[in-house]
């Protein structure tokens, strides 16, 4: 509470601890007002999905679990949720944030009213939750549709690509190198596929590869790559699917120090260099998660009710986009000025 008021405590940390908890306000048009706006005034390039890992010592913070986080490869007690950014290379702002329930906060009724979590609610993993948030944007929130950049395990790959792509949704997912892909093009024979992993379909292209020439610009918050290399490609279907087959997708490769990285897209429009641009924008999310968002406490709601979680983030995501705009303008912001 403390550090969204920017007061050493008194009756500003009291009154917000109580609009915070216990005030039955809307947050969703408050992010659906503060994204218009920062929509407009940032011009962002893209919508980046950022996960949010929240360790906690206790087990009364809604959500919290002893779960184990495939980001940090090991099981720990904490809150997952995730964060939709606006962002562009001068500037990163969350408009929105999902928490992701375990099963026993949504399934158990004595812990579901006691952290008030609607009936509507459901137990979804943090991918579901962005996905979900994702179309709601989208669909709902009348702003002007960026490329949606997030990181997706295998498992999820042709889940994620096809509901997105069914709405017209335009992504650049990281994946890993291992992959599974099929060049995209006339449809093999049964049993004729030739199912290889990204990495290797792509090394077998380098001798197509050119070095890039990048236009002198300021780019801080993108390591440019060595050389970078596009194909069409096709995803395995999933066991059970009714899909018929499976729509063609972007794999995009770049070669730079730290080891390729790979993305699958549905914007076969752009030149290679363009969407890693747009991909390298999380680097601008990490930065200013660390830099602002965390400092004015993203992590430090000890509440056991899910709307005051919500009520918490969308007070630090205000509070971020003033000192953000303020940061555009050369005026270092607090978000709200000391008595």
């Not at 590869?209 to 918050?221: A, Q, T, V």
Request: glycine letters at 8%; a positive charge.
């Amino acid at each position: 509470m403390r550090k969204i008021a920017g007061h050493d405590g008194g009756t500003i940390e009291q009154s917000l601890q109580q609009f915070i908890s216990k005030s039955p306000w809307k947050w969703v048009p408050v992010r659906h007002a503060l994204a218009r706006h920062l929509d407009y005034l940032l011009r962002p390039q893209a919508w980046i999905v950022e996960p949010l890992v929240i360790p906690k010592s206790g087990a009364h913070s809604v959500g919290v679990e002893r779960q184990f986080v495939p980001r940090l490869g090991k099981v720990t007690n904490c809150q997952q949720s995730v964060g939709i950014w606006l962002a562009s290379e001068r500037v990163s702002c969350p408009i929105d944030w999902q928490l992701a329930l375990p099963p026993q906060w949504t399934s158990e009724p004595e812990q579901r009213d006691r952290a008030a979590i609607p009936g509507h609610v459901r137990s979804l993993t943090p991918t579901q939750c962005a996905v979900d948030a994702i179309v709601n944007i989208a669909e709902e929130w009348g702003l002007r549709r960026q490329p949606v950049v997030m990181e997706v395990h295998e498992t999820d790959l042709f889940t994620v690509s096809h509901e997105l792509a069914s709405r017209s949704i335009p992504f650049i997912l990281r994946v890993s190198g291992s992959t599974t892909v099929r060049a995209a093009g006339p449809e093999p024979a049964a049993g004729g596929e030739h199912w290889v992993s990204a990495r290797h379909l792509l090394e077998s292209l380098k001798s197509q590869l050119n070095s890039l020439g990048w236009p002198e610009r300021n780019r801080p918050y993108s390591q440019e790559p060595t050389a970078l290399l596009d194909t069409r490609v096709c995803l395995p279907l999933p066991p059970g699917s009714a899909e018929g087959r499976s729509r063609p997708f972007v794999l995009l490769g770049a070669w730079v120090e730290r080891g390729g990285e790979y993305w699958i897209s549905n914007i076969d429009q752009l030149p290679p260099a363009a969407l890693f641009r747009a991909a390298g924008l999380t680097q601008r999310v990490a930065k200013d998660l660390t830099g602002v968002c965390r400092p004015l406490g993203i992590g430090d709601f000890e509440g056991r009710s899910f709307r005051g979680w919500h009520h918490h983030v969308t007070l630090v995501s205000v509070a971020q986009a003033i000192t953000m705009i303020g940061k555009m303008r050369g005026q270092p912001v607090r978000a709200v000025p000391p008595r």
